[in-house]
């Protein structure tokens, strides 16, 4: 059972213009939701995160999204950046549990 | 500088063979997790542990099993390995309690090829 889902293997930009990001999840009961950057041969490292309480959360060229009726959210990175090729996963949080359900990931690839 | 170390960047081994990789972190935390990451299929929970000397399965166990005889160190162990086996380790750590979001803090990862 997939619990949080992110349908888009692969994603293409052009640098400066806006990449979106989404995930699906199934679960009501997550309180925390993540995103997280992994180049390659390298462990994953934190991005951003949304509470289950919140809408939205920004931080520099990094925007979160929440609509909790649609269970998805969605992250924004504007302006997009040859650096910021890579895959991002998609992860959701619950405080009883204590550990992440990650998505299956999104490669991001922005062109020059 | 907080640091999740993983012993082994990359390793190939044969079929049958037992396999140990490492796992050390410096920030105190209470849980420390095994993920492998495969194309398509995201990241996978091995197995997790709360504490020292506990461990929980997670989504996919089978194959595997884990010692925690230290807090800061987490031991992912295969006990023969196969081909299926081949893929991306990743170790993490997170702290329990109060205020937590549930970020974890992850190693550089263990590439292992299973010949």
């Known amino acids: 059972d997939q619990q949080v889902k992110q349908n888009s293997p692969s994603l293409s930009v052009q640098e400066g213009r806006i990449s979106i990001l989404n995930c699906d999840y199934t679960?009501?009961?997550?309180?925390?939701f993540l995103w997280y950057k992994k180049y390659p041969a390298e462990g994953p490292t934190f991005l951003i995160s949304?509470?289950?309480?919140?809408d939205k959360n920004e931080d520099g060229r990094f925007t979160v999204f929440l609509n909790k009726s649609a269970k998805h959210l969605s992250l924004h990175i504007v302006p997009s950046q040859p650096g910021d090729s890579a895959v991002y996963f998609c992860a959701a949080w619950r405080s009883s549990g204590d550990k992440l359900t990650f998505g299956t990931g999104t490669r991001l690839a922005v062109r020059p | 500088d907080v640091k999740v170390t993983q012993s082994s960047r990359y390793l190939v081994k044969r079929t049958g063979e037992k396999v140990f990789l490492e796992c050390v972190q410096d920030?105190?935390?209470?849980?420390m997790f095994w993920y492998r990451q495969d194309p398509g299929l995201g990241l996978r929970l091995i197995y997790f542990s709360y504490d020292v000397k506990m461990k929980e399965k997670g989504d996919i166990p089978e194959g595997y099993s884990v010692s925690r005889e230290k807090k800061e160190r987490f031991s992912l162990i295969l006990e023969s390995a196969s081909t299926n086996q081949t893929s991306m380790y990743l170790c993490?750590?997170?702290?329990?309690?109060?205020?937590?979001?549930?970020?974890?803090?992850f190693g550089e990862g263990s590439r292992l090829t299973v010949l």
């Open positions: 993490a750590s997170s702290s329990a309690g109060g205020g937590n979001t549930g970020e974890l803090f």
């Open positions: 949304i509470s289950s309480i919140k």
């Open positions: 920030m105190d935390h209470e849980n």
């Open positions: 679960n009501s009961m997550f309180d925390y």
